[in-house]
Structures are given as structure tokens and as C-alpha cells.
């Protein structure tokens, strides 16, 4: 266990369904981020957040929306995706995000879209 | 932009073995260095965390070393064993951004 939870573990989702990932730290960390990591593909960032404020967006389609109501709690609500947006989606976390802090990672969401 | 490499992209080896795994980077101007495992459809798992002013770090069996100027680091796995196999995935820090590699997937034969 690394001190992140995502939820859920596995997700099907048809391209029209509206779903969220969510994620979730107790480790005090004021930085929380969005990866995906597709098949055969180095990871790949989507999403900054530093004490709730988005700092980063990757040029991330719109169809991906993030959501961080508190420092613990990071979600990413998802509609009208396509298939090639299956992929493993995974949250971390680290102390600060200036700082030069050790990242955490989650389990990981395995989203298939049909 | 960073570009992390890792070579090989899989290697494969019988228990017991030393395993040697390679890493670089293009842009030497990074805070840190993260050594993850990653098991079959699962999250990363830290092994290792290198700061830019150090040259190496060990924790158990694993040791991994840093050359920042030539942008490179070395993960040494020692005494291999079939429950090391997995993908070992390096990451630098830098920007504020962390940069991952493709990661080497290793299989240690019984």
C-alpha cells in the first residue's frame, strides 16, 4: 500500500456513459497528479493540482474534466470518450510539487471504452 | 523537452543473476530520479529516490547510481529471484514535471 486509493479498479464505459475516477491520499501531500499509461507508452502526464489549484493541463482533451475539492481528493470525470482513451489511469501524490519530494502512485484505474 | 530512455526493453535471466538496468535523459537539469516497479496491471511501486547532489542510493538488494552531467543512472539488482520480475520504470524530475521512460520489463527464471 502506498497511502493512494483509486477507485475504482476496473471501468467499461460505452462512448456515450459519463463516468468519474477517483482518487484519494492521506499522506498530508498538498500536490496530486493524473497520469495515463497506454499500452507499449512511457506514461504520460494529464493533470497538475498544487493545494487545489490546477497548475498543469497536458493538452488534454476536453472530454477529460479533473476535480480536486480538497488537497485529499482528485477526480477525473470522463464523457463521450473514445476508444482510444482505454488505458491504465493513475493518480499520485507528493509533498509539495515544487519541492524535490518522492512521488506516490495509486493502483491504477483500467478504463476500457467500447 | 525530457526524453527518458531505457535499454534494453526486456531482459530475461536466471535466478540468481545480477540484474543491470539502464536509464538516460537529455536534460541534465533535474531536482531528482525515481527508481518504480510496476507488476502486471497495477500502480507504481518506489524502490529508489535519487537527489540531484547524490551519486548513488541502496535499500537492500537494490542499488542505483546517478551521473547527472552525462544523464545517466543504473539500477543494480543483486541475487535475482522469479518475485523481482516485473517492469522497472525510471523517472526524473524536472520542471516540475516528472519524465518516465518505457520502462524495462525483466523475467527471472526458477
Known amino acids: 500500500e502506498t497511502g493512494v486509493t483509486q477507485t475504482p479498479r476496473h471501468l467499461v464505459m460505452g462512448m456515450t456513459n459519463k463516468k468519474s475516477l477517483k482518487c484519494e491520499q492521506h499522506?498530508?501531500?498538498?500536490?496530486m497528479y493524473w497520469y495515463k499509461q497506454s499500452a507499449k507508452k512511457p506514461l504520460e502526464l494529464m493533470f497538475v493540482?498544487?493545494?487545489?489549484?490546477?497548475?498543469e493541463n497536458n493538452s488534454v482533451p476536453s472530454r477529460f474534466s479533473p476535480e480536486c475539492p480538497n488537497s485529499s481528493h482528485l477526480f477525473l470525470h470522463l464523457h463521450t470518450l473514445q476508444p482510444e482513451d482505454s488505458a491504465l489511469y493513475l493518480c499520485?501524490?507528493?509533498?509539495?510539487?515544487?519541492?524535490?519530494?518522492?512521488?506516490?502512485f495509486g493502483q491504477g484505474t483500467r478504463l476500457t471504452v467500447v | 523537452k525530457q526524453e527518458v530512455t531505457q535499454i534494453p526493453a526486456a531482459l530475461s535471466v536466471p535466478e540468481g543473476e545480477n540484474l543491470v538496468l539502464n536509464c538516460s535523459f537529455t536534460?541534465?537539469?533535474?531536482?531528482?530520479l525515481q527508481w518504480f516497479r510496476q507488476d502486471p496491471g497495477k500502480g507504481l511501486t518506489s524502490l529508489l529516490l535519487?537527489?540531484?547532489?547524490?551519486r548513488e542510493q541502496t535499500s537492500g538488494r537494490l542499488n542505483a547510481s546517478l551521473d547527472k552531467s552525462s544523464g545517466r543512472s543504473t539500477l543494480y539488482i543483486a541475487a535475482s529471484q522469479p518475485g523481482d520480475s516485473a517492469t522497472y520504470l525510471c523517472?526524473?524530475?524536472?520542471?516540475?514535471?516528472?519524465?518516465f521512460g518505457a520502462g524495462t520489463t525483466v523475467t527471472v527464471r526458477a
Open positions: 499520485a501524490s507528493s509533498r509539495e510539487r515544487s519541492m524535490n519530494t518522492e512521488a506516490f
Open positions: 499522506l498530508g501531500h498538498n500536490a
Open positions: 493540482y498544487s493545494l487545489e489549484e490546477r497548475v
Open positions: 536534460d541534465s537539469a533535474i531536482y531528482n
Open positions: 535519487i537527489q540531484s547532489s547524490q
Open positions: 523517472a526524473v524530475l524536472n520542471d516540475y514535471k516528472l519524465s
